[in-house]
Structure formats: C-alpha cells, structure tokens
C-alpha cells in the first residue's frame, strides 16, 4: 500500500466496472421499490387516493417487481465484482456482459412504462405476451421473460467459461450449478395454464425455489467469498461451510415448497409433505450460528470497513429472524390454515426479503464503495465518525422491523375477527378489515415505511460519501495473516 | 379434516374463545422453538470455543426449554400421529445439527 491511492474506475477490474452499473440500477430500483411501497400502502389508509391514476394493483406490482430485480441486479453486480479475483482471470466476455446489462436495464424501463401506461383490460394471449403474464412478482410480460433468459444466459456463460479459463474453487463449482438453477426455475414462471391450481403450481417453483433454495445458496457463496477477503477467514473451512449449508439448505428447502400447496387444490399429501420439510427449513440457519462463533473466535473479526461488516452481520440476523423464526411460526398446516394471505403473510415477506437479501446486497455495495474510494479505511475513526452508515444501518432494520410488527398486528387481528370469529367468510374478510386494531396496524406500516425511506435517503447519501476525505489506507486481515507468516 | 388430525381447530366453523387461546400459544412456542435453538446451537459453540463447563451447561438448558417450546407447540395444535413424529425429527435436528457442524469445523481447521 505504498503507491498513491487510485479511485474510482481506475481502481476496479473489467468485472468490476460492469458490476458498479448493476450496483446503480439496483439502488435506483430499490428506491423506486420504496417509493411504490409507500404509494401501495397509503392507498390502505386512503383508498380514494390515487384511484384510477396509479391503483392500488399497480402500485403492489411495480413495488414487487422491482423488488425482485433490484435484487437479481445486485447479485449479477456481486458475481461480477469477485469473479476475476476468484478465478484469477479476466472476465471472457465482458463485452457480451455489458451488452446484456443494457439490454436488461432498457427492458425493466420499457416493462415498468406499460404498466404505468396501461393498467387495464382484458387478459388475453397479447397481453401475456405484452403487456403483463399476471403472476406476482414476476409479471413481466414474455417478451422480456425472453430477454431476461437471454441475459441471465450470457452472464452463466460468462460466470462458467471465465472460472474454466482461470481457476476453480469450491464457491467457483457451488456457484456455477446453483446459477443454472436460478435461471431454470425462472423458466417454470412462463408456463401458462388456465387451470388455476396448476398456474400456481408452477409460479411457486420460481418464487419459493428461488427464495429459499437457489438464493440462499447464491448469498451463501457471496458471503463464503466475503469472509474470505474481508475477514481472513480460511478458505478450507468456509467452503466445507458451503457444502453442508448447501446440502442442508436444499435437503428441507425443495420439498419445503409444499408449504405452498396447503390450500391451492394439490392434492392432500402436500400437507404432510410441505409440513414436514419446511418446519425443517430452520435448522440449517441455525446450523450457521455455529459456524459464525467459530470464525468469530478464531479470526477474531477486526475489519477494515465497518459498514459491510455492520450489514453482514444484519443478514445473518435477519435471516434467521425474518426466514427462520418468522417462516416457521406459520409455516404449520394448522397454523397456516388460519394465516394464509393475512398480514401475516407479508409481515414475514418484508421481515425475510429485506433481511435476507436487502442486506447482503447492501453490505456488498459497501464492499464496492472501498475499493471505489481507493481502498481506504472504513473501520474505525472515520472523518464524520461514520454517522451517515450507522444511521442509515438504524433507520432502513428500525423502519423493516417496526413495519414487521405494525402487519403482525394486523395479521393477528384477521386471524382473529375474520377467520377465528367469523369462520372465514366473505363478510369476516371485511370486518376484519374495518377493525381498529387492523386500521392502527396499517398506520404505524406507513410510519415505519417512512422510516425506512429515510433510511434508504441516508444510505444512499452515504455511499456517494463515505471515505472520500480518509486517507489511511485498509489493512485487510488476510494480508496481516499473509504477512505475519 | 383428516390430515390436521382433531377437530379441535378447524376454519369450517368458528373456532371460539379457547380456540384462539390455543393459536396465540402456539405461534409464540413456534417462534420461541426456533430462538431456543439458535441460543443453545450458540452457546454450545462458545462453550466448546473457551471449553466453558457453564457455558455447555446453558445451552443444555437452553435445549430443555426447546423441549418444553416444542411440548406446548404440539400440544396447543393438538397434533396427533404422525405429526408427533415430526416434532421428535426436529428435536433431533436441532439437537444434533450444531454439534455436527462443529465437528466438521473444528475437523478441517486443521
Ligand atoms: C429468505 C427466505 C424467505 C423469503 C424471502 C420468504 C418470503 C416469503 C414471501 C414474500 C411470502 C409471501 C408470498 C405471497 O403469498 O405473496 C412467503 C410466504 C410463506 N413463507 Fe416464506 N420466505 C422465506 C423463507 C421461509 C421459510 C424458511 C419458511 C418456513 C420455515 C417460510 C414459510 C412461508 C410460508 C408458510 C408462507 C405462506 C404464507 C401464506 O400461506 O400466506 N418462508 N415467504
Ligand atoms: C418502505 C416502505 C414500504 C411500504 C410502505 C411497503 C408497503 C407494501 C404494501 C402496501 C404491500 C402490499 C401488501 C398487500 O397486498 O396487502 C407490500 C408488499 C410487499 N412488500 Fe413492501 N413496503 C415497503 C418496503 C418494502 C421492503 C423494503 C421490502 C423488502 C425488501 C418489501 C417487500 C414486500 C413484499 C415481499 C411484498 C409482498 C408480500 C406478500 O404478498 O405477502 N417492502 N409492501
Ligand atoms: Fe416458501
């Protein structure tokens, strides 16, 4: 660290010029993630406002998608940010990689205008081909299903043939098979069926298998790499690590998927079999406990940058809170028999979304923004005393959280008042609806909600920022260990 | 409602005052099986970390109160047959998963 500090573009490999441009549609996306939120859950306190300009269906739908693609956006980002460090090689197509970062951002541009610009009409063969496939979190119309399999593609042939060139590793092999999983079940949400059970039979293999299957394996070999580079933990045993998780992970996740056909007319035995896996689907996220008090006590974490540091450590709690507990609590047939598309549902939706992979995508930008900044020091004693990261880090978890709470009171008071009291009626839905209980859970949402946007003002703020005036340059653990021995 | 096993909760009808009683009680055992696992798989891991006598003896103690979570989980859902069975799986996974990744850690530190 002796030569003079290089910033910005000139202090990143091919990979990872590609990945910033990811990094930055994923931020603006998850703002707009944000902002749609807001707009959705107004429209709860408030139906009249906006009816007919933006409803209510178009909100949700912008709010989630987005969601997802920010999400995607930011794994490409990461996969390209390590993989010339990992493979010790250059990336072998960064030419076709950044074609499909284009291609893929224009048409999210293109998709998110039709909805806004026609948010009505009959659903017919065009539209699924145009307009909107009406599956959520995944609407996009089939043209840009099409054009997504076709980058998602390039950026596998990218990851396969650019780890073949140089070397592999144990991530490099987990990685690789895990990506022809992402991108085969996205395949299964094109599949259209006008018998209803079958259409969500389907559906759910891409969100189910992806969330809690093929994604937590995808941010388990992030982290596996993270831990590595950030915090000198070894090789050997992150990656033994890996494989379990993996295994175990895949072992209740699959067939966790049962969770799903409780209630959706699949056969009967989907009970015993959703029941049994999923109420497993826990243990390897409590299994990782273990792991991290190990690495702890070995390595001793000392890091260089806090703030990625600060956000793994809010993806392992909110995993395991978010997945684990909050997945398991309804994730009984009998339990879920009274839960099923309540609040409760999307109390666990924000609670695990944003804690399993919001997180993790966030502690990866800051991973990025140190390097941007010339490898500076992100640890202790930072110009500003790092207030800008710390509330950021408050606000966003403060703000998901409280949101989390404010729909489990709502959740519970549906449980309660429609289907307990009213045995799950037309007019139970309703009255549970107009409750007060109901009504205050939805207020402090939107509370919470602009909690969180304050949250997501500061961070954003903050990556522009932090370290720009530092000039003590980053001692990273693993080059202490290298050094010292 | 063959599969869920009794009666006793069941959406066709209302399911009453003690109904809801038994509900609430089982989501927080639900939420409480999966803490307790956590805190005892952590516990035992520092436990073996700083080979602390105390430290083993909370996280038994810790997996005592997940037997007990895990009792008034089954009993509040009125579970019968094979869904009891399912209840002695997970007290075996949670028993047995920390103390093998240790293992396997502790095997290839080497
Ligand atoms: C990071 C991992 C996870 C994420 C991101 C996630 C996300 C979600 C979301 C968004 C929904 C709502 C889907 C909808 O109807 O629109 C959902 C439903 C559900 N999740 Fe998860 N989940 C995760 C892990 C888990 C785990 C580990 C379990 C069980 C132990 C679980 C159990 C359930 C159940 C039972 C439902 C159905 C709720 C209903 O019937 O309405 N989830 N999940
Ligand atoms: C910042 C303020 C936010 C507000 C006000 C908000 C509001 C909403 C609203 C109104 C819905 C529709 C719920 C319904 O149909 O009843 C929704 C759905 C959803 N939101 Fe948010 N949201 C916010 C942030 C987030 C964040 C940060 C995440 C995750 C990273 C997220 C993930 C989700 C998911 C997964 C669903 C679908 C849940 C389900 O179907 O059960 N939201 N949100
Ligand atoms: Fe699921």
Redesign the pocket.
């Known amino acids: 660290m002796s030569t003079a500090k290089i910033t910005g573009i000139a202090a990143l490999d091919g990979g990872q010029r590609l990945a910033v441009k990811y990094f930055a549609v994923a931020i603006v996306l998850f703002g707009a993630q944000i902002l749609f939120g807001l707009l959705a859950g107004f429209q709860y306190l408030s139906p009249d406002f906006l009816y007919g300009v933006v409803d209510f269906s178009v909100n949700r739908m912008v709010h989630i998608n987005a969601m997802i693609v920010w999400m995607l956006f930011g794994f490409i980002g990461s996969i390209y940010w390590l993989i010339e460090d990992e493979s010790g090689t250059e990336v072998v197509g960064l030419w076709l990689g950044n074609l499909a970062f284009w291609l893929f951002t224009i048409a999210v541009v293109i998709v998110v205008v039709v909805y806004l610009v026609i948010q009505t009409g009959p659903g017919q063969i065009e539209s699924i081909w145009f307009i909107n496939e009406g599956r ?1 979190y995944i609407e996009a119309p089939r043209w840009a299903d099409v054009g997504i399999v076709v980058c998602l593609l390039i950026f596998f042939y990218n990851v396969a043939a650019t780890f073949m060139k140089g070397r592999w590793s144990g991530i490099a092999g987990v990685l690789v098979l895990d990506l022809v999983a992402v991108a085969g079940m996205y395949l299964t949400g094109m599949f259209y069926s006008p018998n209803l059970s079958m259409d969500q039979f389907w559906w759910w293999w891409v ?1 189910h298998l992806w ?2 299957a093929t994604w ?1 394996v995808l941010v388990g070999c992030i982290m596996a790499w993270g831990l590595i580079k950030t915090l000198g933990a070894r090789r050997q045993i992150v990656t033994t690590w890996l494989y379990i998780e993996v295994a175990l992970m895949l072992g209740s996740g699959i067939l ?1 998927l049962g ?2 056909y409780f209630w959706i007319g699949t056969p009967e035995y989907w009970l015993t079999v959703g029941g049994f896996f ?2 497993l ?2 243990v390897p996220l409590v299994a990782m406990v273990v792991h991290a008090v190990y690495d702890s006590g070995v390595h001793r974490f000392k890091s260089p940058n806090h703030p990625a540091l600060a956000w793994l450590i809010a993806h392992a709690f909110g ?1 395991f809170f ?3 507990v909050w ?2 609590m ?2 009984l047939p009998q339990v ?1 028999i009274y ?3 309540t609040q409760w ?1 999307a109390s ?2 924000h609670f ?2 944003f804690g ?2 919001a997180t993790m995508n966030i502690a990866v930008f800051y991973i990025a923004a140190q390097r941007w900044r010339g490898n500076v020091n992100f640890g202790g004693g930072l110009v500003d005393n790092g207030w800008k990261w710390k509330w950021a880090l408050g606000l966003l978890n403060g703000g998901v959280v409280g949101m989390t709470m404010a729909l489990l009171v709502s959740g519970y008071d549906q449980v309660f008042i429609e289907r307990a009291l009213e045995g799950a009626t037309w007019s139970g839905f309703f009255k549970a609806q107009q409750n007060v209980w109901y009504l205050q859970g939805m207020w402090w949402r939107q509370i919470f909600g602009y909690m969180t946007l304050a949250g997501f003002f500061l961070l954003v703020w903050d990556l522009m920022t932090i370290g720009v005036r530092e000039t003590r340059p980053a001692v990273f653990p693993t080059e202490v260990a290298e050094h010292a021995a | 409602m063959g599969a869920l096993g009794h009666e006793g909760l069941n959406i066709v009808g209302p399911m009453g005052p003690e109904g809801l009683d038994a509900f609430l009680r089982a989501v927080i055992a639900g939420a409480l099986v999966v803490v307790f696992g956590a805190v005892y798989a952590a516990c035992f891991a520092f436990g073996r970390l700083f080979s602390s006598l105390i430290l083993m003896r909370v996280a038994y103690g810790c997996f005592g109160l997940l037997m007990v979570t895990v009792y008034v989980l089954a009993t509040s859902l009125q579970l019968g047959g094979v869904w009891n069975v399912l209840m002695v799986l997970m007290l075996v996974a949670y028993f047995v998963a920390p103390r093998m990744i240790w293992r396997l850690t502790a095997a290839t530190h080497e």
Do not use: M, Q
């Open positions: 959520e969100i969330v809690e937590e966790g969770h799903h999923s109420a689907e826990p995993n978010g997945a684990g997945g398991f309804h994730t879920n839960t099923h598309g549902s666990h939706g695990a979304f399993a992979y």
